[in-house]
């Protein structure tokens, strides 16, 4: 599931939604932003990566399973929520382009 999900955002952001985004925002902008969202998704893989070893015991191989791990059955809840709300706004977002 994590190489699906990495495939589509590079494909996604590269081939999709970079060149509308550079248009629509110029060149130096777009590059920060794209620079602070590599920087923040790096921290929060290192960040996963040290709670998962913090939970040695637990069987953690997803994000649901990280989120029950942390918080509970409230947190498997929400960590599953959050992924199918990204998907919906994901495919909503290619829709959305290949209209344009």
Not at 18 to 30: D, E, I, T, W, Y
């Amino acid at each position: 599931m994590t190489t699906i999900n990495i495939v589509k955002s590079f494909i996604g952001l590269g081939v999709l939604a970079a060149p509308s985004g550079f248009r629509m925002v110029g060149f130096m902008v777009a590059t920060i932003m794209i620079l602070i969202n590599g920087f923040v998704n790096t921290y929060t893989v290192h960040l996963q990566t040290k709670v998962k070893e913090h939970f040695v015991g637990k069987r953690i191989k997803s994000y649901t399973d990280l989120g029950d791990a942390c918080f509970g059955d409230t947190g498997k809840f929400l960590f599953a929520a959050t992924i199918i709300t990204n998907q919906l706004l994901t495919c909503t977002g290619y829709i959305k382009f290949f209209i344009e």
